[in-house]
């Protein structure tokens, strides 16, 4: 992980939101599992557990909802990113690809956050 001297301020941002987003989340019963998750072929913002439900967690900050906002920043390329790195996850942790799994997206536009369960499938 990077020094905190280190960070750039975009992710500095990012990482506040990512918090925040984990904190949201387990205020509503979410269990955290891993924050950050990185392979080659894509990221995981989060990894949470909703009961028996794995669940892969984006999250997005918008300043307004200008050129589509949070939500519409969620592309399909970000989409099949997302999903390749699922991928990746299940493979490195076999007790998790028992599981069912879902997408989800937690986005903050200017002071409002708006959680969307099973926002893409995969």
Same mark, same amino acid.
């Given at each position: +992980? ?5 960070? !750039?301020?975009?992710? %500095?941002?990012? @990482?506040? &939101?990512?918090?925040? =987003?984990?904190?949201? *989340?387990?205020?509503?019963? #979410?269990?955290? /599992?891993? =924050?950050?998750? #990185?392979?080659? *072929? $894509?990221?995981?913002? #989060?990894? +949470?557990?909703?009961?028996? +439900?794995?669940? &892969? ?8 909802? %200008?050129?589509?906002?949070? *939500? $519409?920043?969620? !592309? ?5 990113? +997302?999903?390749? %790195?699922?991928? /990746?996850? *299940?493979?490195?942790?076999?007790? @998790? %690809? ?5 997408? @989800?997206?937690?986005?903050?536009? $200017?002071?409002?956050?708006?959680? /969307?369960? $099973?926002? &893409?499938?995969?």
């Amino acid at each position: +992980m990077q020094d905190q001297a280190k960070k !750039t301020p975009r992710r %500095a941002i990012g @990482d506040r &939101f990512e918090a925040a =987003a984990r904190s949201y *989340l387990e205020a509503r019963g #979410l269990r955290f /599992v891993r =924050a950050n998750f #990185l392979c080659r *072929l $894509g990221e995981l913002d #989060l990894v +949470m557990r909703d009961g028996a +439900m794995l669940v &892969f967690v984006e999250v997005r900050y918008r300043r307004s909802s %200008a050129y589509g906002g949070a *939500l $519409g920043s969620i !592309t399909a390329r970000k989409q099949q990113r +997302m999903i390749r %790195a699922a991928q /990746v996850w *299940l493979r490195a942790h076999p007790w @998790d %690809a028992q599981r069912p799994c879902r997408f @989800d997206v937690v986005a903050f536009e $200017g002071d409002g956050v708006e959680w /969307v369960r $099973g926002a &893409f499938d995969a």
